[in-house]
């Protein structure tokens, strides 16, 4: 009896039948093994659902939300706002505001933007993780539409707005809000700015005011697809002299010698060099200013629209792309659905998705004679003029390669360093 009695197996608390509640976990189980899952919550993580693991952070996603992976969406990041999902607003109508060039973040890993979105009540600032949807966002500001953007994210915080690939950006219907448009304070400066301070201080798509003299004006041309008018200007102040850009009606409201004050100036850069220009904001008031009359009318830099010269090859082809574009307008569809119509982010017109036709352009970049690095972009007319009939026979790799072979070519581009012309010389 005593060697039966010392050979009898000990009860241990793995072979001790279960008495916990139905769909409750184990309260102690072992390290290797999952943490068992509720039911009624199929596909969510095991890391963060069951409470009684001594070792689950505070950063567990609420069992409340079925599917949620166990990283939190809470946490903060110093490099880039860990946004959350907006479930007390799903969808939101604003104007857009202040669309800012693309920024690097910190981390050096992401191309960002920042804006402002002007809603029924409140201005909010907002961020664009997304390359696609920015452009949508600067075409949406141009134009002064009121947006809803669907599938909206928020920062940690809760204090900014954060767009992303998977946001949904389309026109609001006029049924859908009651608010107009309304110039962002910010974008408005009333305090003139000398030229020489915003040729040495200020940044790309600064927005500035001048009080100035217009001395040198060049007949207006017209440009780009939509066929807009443009015309070069320089003006004057007691401090430098500036090349400024007139766009449209504004080309009309003013002379040559006479002195005005414009307000919200866009500071662009041409060929490395700071220019001013008009934007749909931009007013133009005449003022009769002695000191700026009596300026001379000399100075007026060249401010030719192309330059031509001889590149030996070019270095690299940075980028060729291909792209669908509406049959209407002619731009890039950005959104495409791959479904029997889609609506073109530009005009807002719906098309059949088989009509829109193939577009391509390429970005080359080479080393100029004084050793500066100079990249041009070619569009669909240049390529498909030297290179071959349309479009669609174009093959990416095959064009890159054609582009680098080329030796000793004319290349003719406007400011923008967009090619005009393009003529292969004699090697």
Same mark, same amino acid.
């Given at each position: 009896?005593?060697?039966?009695?010392?050979?009898?197996?000990?009860?241990?608390?793995?072979?001790?039948?279960?008495?916990?509640?139905?769909?409750?976990?184990?309260?102690?189980?072992?390290?290797? $093994?999952?943490?068992?899952?509720?039911? $009624?919550?199929?596909?969510?993580?095991?890391?963060?659902?069951?409470?009684?693991?001594?070792?689950?952070?505070?950063?567990?996603?609420?069992?409340?939300?079925? *599917?949620?992976?166990?990283?939190?969406?809470?946490?903060?990041?110093?490099?880039?706002?860990?946004?959350?999902?907006?479930?007390?607003?799903?969808?939101?109508?604003?104007?857009?505001?202040?669309?800012?060039?693309?920024?690097?973040?910190?981390?050096?890993?992401?191309?960002?933007?920042?804006?402002?979105?002007? %809603?029924?009540?409140? =201005?909010?600032?907002?961020?664009?993780?997304?390359?696609?949807?920015?452009? /949508?966002?600067?075409?949406?500001?141009?134009?002064?539409?009121?947006?809803?953007?669907?599938?909206?994210?928020?920062?940690?915080?809760?204090?900014?707005?954060?767009?992303?690939?998977?946001?949904?950006?389309?026109?609001?219907?006029?049924?859908?809000?009651?608010?107009?448009?309304?110039?962002?304070?910010? #974008?408005?400066?009333?305090?003139?700015?000398?030229?020489?301070?915003?040729?040495?201080?200020?940044?790309?798509?600064?927005?500035?005011?001048?009080?100035?003299?217009?001395?040198?004006?060049?007949?207006?041309?017209?440009?780009?697809?939509?066929?807009?008018?443009?015309?070069?200007?320089?003006?004057?102040?007691?401090?430098?002299?500036?090349?400024?850009? #007139?766009?449209?009606? /504004?080309? =009309?409201?003013?002379?040559? *010698?006479?002195?005005?004050?414009?307000?919200?100036?866009?500071?662009? /850069?041409?060929? *490395?060099?700071?220019?001013?220009?008009?934007?749909?904001?931009?007013?133009?008031?005449?003022?009769?200013?002695?000191?700026?009359?009596? #300026?001379?009318?000399?100075?007026?830099?060249?401010?030719? $629209?192309?330059?031509?010269?001889?590149?030996?090859?070019?270095?690299?082809?940075?980028?060729?792309?291909?792209?669908?574009?509406?049959?209407?307008?002619?731009?890039?569809?950005?959104?495409?659905?791959? %479904?029997?119509?889609?609506?073109?982010?530009?005009?807002?017109?719906?098309?059949?998705?088989?009509?829109?036709?193939? *577009?391509?352009?390429?970005?080359?970049?080479?080393?100029?004679?004084?050793?500066?690095?100079?990249?041009?972009?070619?569009?669909?007319?240049?390529?498909?003029?030297?290179?071959?009939?349309?479009?669609?026979?174009? =093959?990416?790799?095959?064009?890159?390669?054609?582009?680098?072979?080329?030796?000793?070519?004319?290349? %003719?581009?406007?400011?923008?360093?967009?090619? %005009?012309?393009?003529?292969?010389?004699?090697?």
């Amino acid at each position: 009896m005593k060697k039966a009695k010392e050979t009898k197996p000990k009860k241990t608390a793995t072979s001790r039948p279960s008495h916990s509640l139905p769909g409750t976990s184990s309260p102690s189980p072992p390290a290797s $093994s999952p943490a068992s899952l509720s039911a $009624s919550l199929p596909g969510t993580s095991s890391a963060s659902l069951s409470a009684s693991i001594p070792e689950t952070s505070s950063a567990s996603v609420s069992a409340s939300s079925p *599917g949620t992976s166990s990283a939190s969406l809470s946490a903060s990041s110093p490099l880039k706002p860990s946004p959350s999902l907006s479930t007390s607003s799903p969808s939101l109508i604003a104007y857009v505001h202040n669309v800012s060039p693309p920024k690097r973040n910190r981390n050096d890993t992401m191309n960002y933007c920042s804006f402002n979105l002007q %809603t029924s009540n409140e =201005d909010q600032e907002a961020l664009c993780f997304s390359n696609a949807k920015r452009m /949508l966002l600067v075409e949406s500001e141009k134009n002064r539409r009121a947006v809803k953007l669907t599938q909206l994210a928020k920062t940690s915080d809760n204090k900014k707005i954060i767009v992303n690939d998977m946001t949904k950006i389309q026109s609001a219907e006029q049924s859908e809000y009651s608010f107009q448009y309304r110039d962002s304070p910010s #974008l408005t400066s009333n305090k003139p700015t000398d030229l020489k301070r915003i040729a040495e201080h200020s940044d790309e798509f600064d927005t500035v005011s001048v009080s100035v003299k217009l001395v040198h004006l060049e007949p207006p041309r017209t440009v780009g697809q939509k066929k807009l008018r443009l015309a070069k200007a320089a003006v004057k102040d007691l401090s430098d002299v500036m090349e400024l850009e #007139l766009w449209e009606n /504004l080309i =009309d409201k003013v002379q040559t *010698g006479n002195t005005y004050l414009i307000h919200n100036l866009s500071v662009r /850069l041409r060929r *490395g060099k700071k220019v001013l220009g008009t934007t749909k904001s931009t007013i133009i008031r005449a003022t009769n200013d002695q000191q700026l009359l009596h #300026l001379s009318n000399d100075g007026a830099t060249n401010i030719s $629209s192309s330059k031509t010269i001889t590149v030996e090859q070019f270095d690299s082809v940075d980028r060729v792309e291909k792209f669908k574009k509406c049959v209407k307008c002619h731009k890039k569809v950005i959104q495409i659905a791959y %479904t029997l119509t889609t609506q073109c982010d530009h005009c807002k017109r719906t098309i059949r998705t088989a009509d829109c036709r193939d *577009g391509i352009w390429a970005k080359v970049s080479f080393t100029a004679a004084d050793g500066e690095p100079v990249t041009l972009v070619m569009f669909e007319e240049i390529i498909t003029t030297h290179f071959t009939n349309t479009q669609e026979d174009i =093959d990416i790799q095959s064009l890159s390669q054609t582009l680098l072979s080329l030796k000793n070519i004319n290349v %003719t581009f406007d400011d923008n360093n967009i090619v %005009t012309d393009l003529n292969f010389a004699p090697a």
